[in-house]
Nanobody
């Protein structure tokens, strides 16, 4: 599976962004998907995850209530809508495909190249 993330950019605090991840290659449907992020000098962390059907989602406490993960299996796309953005959301955001919906990066086998999100105060 090849993953390409896009949609990042520079936004003011309080604004919103919609990140997207396009999948290609092997069958997309069976893979749970997730978004991770990594800020400079910090460890990679889970942002949100979604199961194969889209009925089960997981959110990190830091984005819960402000973000929505969704998927369109027909289009092989995963999206992350992020609202009320804060400067601490600044990071490179990566999409990933894996075996289970999990918070640890080790459960994901395929990774996109990342898209930069910068939130100015």
């Amino acid at each position: 599976v090849q993953l390409q993330a896009f949609g990042g950019g520079l936004v003011q605090a309080g604004g919103f962004l919609r990140l997207s991840c396009a999948a290609s290659g092997r069958t997309f449907v069976p893979y749970p998907m997730a978004w991770f992020r990594q800020a400079p000098g910090k460890a990679r962390e889970i942002v949100a995850a979604i199961n194969c059907s889209g009925r089960k989602t997981y959110y990190a406490d830091s984005v819960k209530g402000r973000s929505t993960i969704s998927r369109d299996n027909a289009k092989k796309m995963v999206h992350l809508q992020m609202n009320s953005l804060k400067p601490e959301d600044t990071a490179v955001y990566y999409c990933a495909a894996g075996r289970v919906v999990a918070a640890n990066g080790g459960s994901y086998d395929y990774w996109g190249q990342g898209t930069q999100v910068t939130v100015s105060s």
